[in-house]
C-alpha cells in the first residue's frame, strides 16, 4: 500500500493528461466552454450593451464576471459525460483492477475540470481585455477571484460526478447541465436584478451565481464586497460538501 | 510453495434477492489455461469481478496469488491482469496512447518501448497513432488484451474474450492465449463457447445455477458422457452435447 500512496499524484497526472487529451480533441467541447462565452461577450458588448443600463461606465467591467460563470456552467455536461462514459466502457474497471490509488479515476477527472477551466477563464478574460476590460483589482483581490471561481468550478464539477456516475444513458448524464446553464442567466450577470418583476427578482438575488457574479464585481473595482462574499463561500462550500458526499456514494456504487 | 494460482471456497455472493453464486469450488493451477463456461446470467462476470476485486463477496474465502481478495486487494491488484467483457479501451485516444497510458500507471521503465513492442505483437503498428474509435471490432480487442498484458501479469482474466469476434480473429486469439500460457501466464478465461474451451483450456469448470457442477480436464469431462453411441458413424460427444447431459440430469432431479 505504501507504493501506491507514493504513487498518486504520477497516476493523477497520468489520468489529468487523458482527459486534457479528450478536451483537446473535441471541437465540441472547445466551442462550448470558450468561444460560446466569447461570442455571447461580443454580443452583449456590441449588440445589447448599448441599451442595458447597468450603472457602470464600462459594460465590459459589469459583464465579464457572469461571462466566467457561464464558461464553467457551459463545462459542467463534459465533465459529466466524461465520466459516464468511463464506468460505460468498462474504463473504471479496469483502472481499479490495477495497482494504483482507487480514487485517483475520480479525482483525475475533478482535477481536469479545475484544470480545464482555468484554462477557459483566462482566454476569456483576455478577450475582455481587448474588448477594454480593465481592473484596478492588486494580486491579493485576483487571487481571491481565482479562489472563489475554483470553488465554483469544484461545486458544479462534483454535481456533475454524481449525475455522470449515477446516470442510465448519456442523455440522463448531461442532463444536469440544463438547469445549471440557466441560473447564469437568471441573476445579475447581464442586467441588474432590479430591473426585474418580483418573482424573478428575488429569485436572482437569492441564487448562488449572484452572490458569485457580485463578490467578483466588487472585488474587480476594489470595493469592498462586504457580507456577499460570505454568502458565496457559503454557497459554494456547502454545494461541495453535500454534492461529494452523494458523488462519492455513487462512485462506491459504480465501482 | 504455492503452486494454486487461485483458490475458491465457499464463494457466495447475491444481488438483493437474486441468488448468483450459492458456494462455488475451484482451483486454478499456476501457468494453466482455466475455462469457466456458463449460459448467460450463469455469474461468470460476477466471478470475475469478485477475483479481480471489483465486488466483494458475501462470504467464501477467494485466494488469489497467495493473497485473500477481501483482505489485501491492493497485493492482488499488483499481479493480476483484467480484460473484461466489453472492450475498454479509450475510444479517443490512440491505440499508442492507450498503451502508454497503461504503461505509465504500471510505473514501467520505458513505457513507449513496452507499447511498441506490444504493437509489434498485436499487428497494430500500421494503426498505432489512429484513434481508437476508427478500429474494427477485432483490432479494439487485440488492444484491449494487449493493453491487459502491460507490464507482464503472472495472471491474467479474460471475461468472454472472443464474443463479437469473427471465426477468424478468435482463431488468432487462441493462438495468443496459448503463447501466453507456454510463458508461464496464469489464464483465467470465461466462455460461452463450448469449442474455445474444447481448445485451450487445461482445466475446464461449468457454472449452472449457483455452483461449479462438474470440473476437470476435457477427458474426465467426456467420461461422464454416457458411453457412445454405434450408430452409422461413431461420433465423439462434444462439450456441448456433455454440458446439455449434465444440465439435463440435474433439472430432471
Ligand atoms: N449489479 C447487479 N445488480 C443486480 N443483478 C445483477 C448485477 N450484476 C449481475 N446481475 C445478475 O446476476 C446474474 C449473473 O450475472 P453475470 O453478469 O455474472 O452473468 P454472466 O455469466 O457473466 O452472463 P453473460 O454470459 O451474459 O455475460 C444475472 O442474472 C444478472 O442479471
Ligand atoms: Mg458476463
Not at chain 2, 113 to 141: E, P
Request: charged share 20%; hydrophobic share 50%; proline share 4%.
Amino acid at each position: 500500500m505504501e507504493t501506491i500512496k507514493n504513487y498518486f499524484f504520477i497516476d493523477l497526472s497520468v489520468m489529468l493528461g487523458r482527459s486534457m487529451r479528450h478536451i483537446f480533441r473535441s471541437m465540441d467541447t472547445i466551442i462550448t466552454v470558450t468561444v460560446m462565452p466569447v461570442a455571447l461577450m461580443l454580443l452583449f458588448v456590441y449588440v445589447l450593451g448599448g441599451a442595458i443600463q447597468t450603472g457602470a461606465d464600462n459594460y465590459v467591467n459589469y459583464l465579464l464576471p457572469g461571462i466566467l460563470l457561464v464558461a464553467i456552467a457551459n463545462s459542467i455536461g463534459y465533465t459529466s459525460f466524461r465520466l459516464f462514459t468511463d464506468v460505460q466502457r468498462g474504463i473504471f474497471e479496469r483502472f481499479h483492477s490495477m495497482p494504483i490509488a482507487r480514487s485517483a479515476a475520480l479525482w483525475g477527472h475533478v482535477l481536469t475540470s479545475l484544470v480545464s477551466n482555468a484554462i477557459s477563464v483566462v482566454v476569456v478574460i483576455l478577450v475582455a481585455l481587448l474588448m477594454g476590460f480593465r481592473s484596478p483589482a492588486g494580486v491579493l483581490s485576483w487571487l481571491a477571484i481565482a479562489g472563489i471561481l475554483a470553488l465554483f468550478t469544484l461545486a458544479l464539477t462534483w454535481i456533475a460526478a454524481i449525475a455522470g456516475l449515477s446516470a442510465k444513458s448519456v442523455d440522463g448524464a448531461i442532463a444536469i447541465a440544463y438547469p445549471i446553464h440557466f441560473l447564469p442567466l437568471i441573476s445579475s450577470a447581464f442586467v441588474p436584478t432590479r430591473s426585474m418583476p418580483g418573482p424573478v427578482r428575488a429569485f436572482a438575488e437569492n441564487q448562488p451565481v449572484t452572490s458569485i457574479i457580485e463578490t467578483i464585481r466588487a472585488l474587480l473595482s476594489n470595493r469592498p464586497a462586504g457580507h456577499e462574499i460570505w454568502i458565496a463561500l457559503a454557497w459554494c462550500v456547502g454545494i461541495i460538501f453535500v454534492a461529494y458526499i452523494f458523488a462519492m456514494r455513487a462512485y462506491k456504487r459504480r465501482a | 510453495m504455492e503452486n494454486k494460482a487461485i483458490r475458491v471456497k465457499g464463494l457466495k455472493k447475491s444481488y438483493k434477492e437474486l441468488d448468483v453464486l450459492k458456494g462455488v469450488d475451484f482451483e486454478v493451477e499456476q501457468g494453466s489455461i482455466f475455462a469457466l463456461l456458463g449460459s448467460n446470467g450463469a455469474g461468470k462476470t460476477t466471478i470475475v469481478k469478485i477475483l479481480t476485486t471489483l465486488l466483494k463477496q458475501d462470504s467464501g474465502s477467494v485466494i488469489v496469488n497467495g493473497f485473500d481478495v477481501s483482505l489485501n486487494p491492493g497485493n492482488v491488484r499488483q499481479s493480476i491482469s483484467l480484460t473484461g467483457q466489453f472492450a475498454a479501451v479509450d475510444e479517443i485516444l490512440t491505440g499508442r496512447e492507450n498503451l502508454v497510458m497503461i504503461a505509465r500507471l504500471r510505473h514501467l521503465k520505458d513505457p513507449r518501448q513496452v507499447a511498441d513492442d506490444l504493437l509489434n505483437r498485436f499487428d497494430l503498428t500500421a494503426a498505432a497513432d489512429r484513434a481508437v474509435s476508427t478500429y474494427s471490432g477485432g483490432m479494439r480487442r487485440r488492444l484491449d488484451i494487449a493493453m491487459s498484458l502491460v507490464g507482464k501479469p503472472l495472471l491474467i482474466f479474460l471475461d468472454e474474450p472472443t464474443s463479437g469476434l469473427d471465426p477468424e480473429v478468435r482463431i488468432e486469439f487462441w493462438q495468443i492465449v496459448r503463447e501466453l500460457a507456454d510463458g508461464g501466464t496464469t489464464v483465467f478465461l470465461t466462455t460461452q463457447y463450448l469449442d474455445e474451451a474444447e481448445q485451450l483450456a487445461d482445466r475446464i469448470a461449468i457454472l449452472h445455477e449457483g455452483r461449479i457442477i462438474v470440473s476437470g480436464t476435457l477427458s474426465d469431462l467426456k467420461k461422464l458422457f454416457p458411453a457412445t453411441k454405434v450408430e452409422y458413424i461413431e461420433k465423439q460427444p462434444t462439450l456441448e452435447e456433455i454440458f446439455l447431459a449434465i444440465v439435463g440430469k440435474k433439472e430432471q432431479k
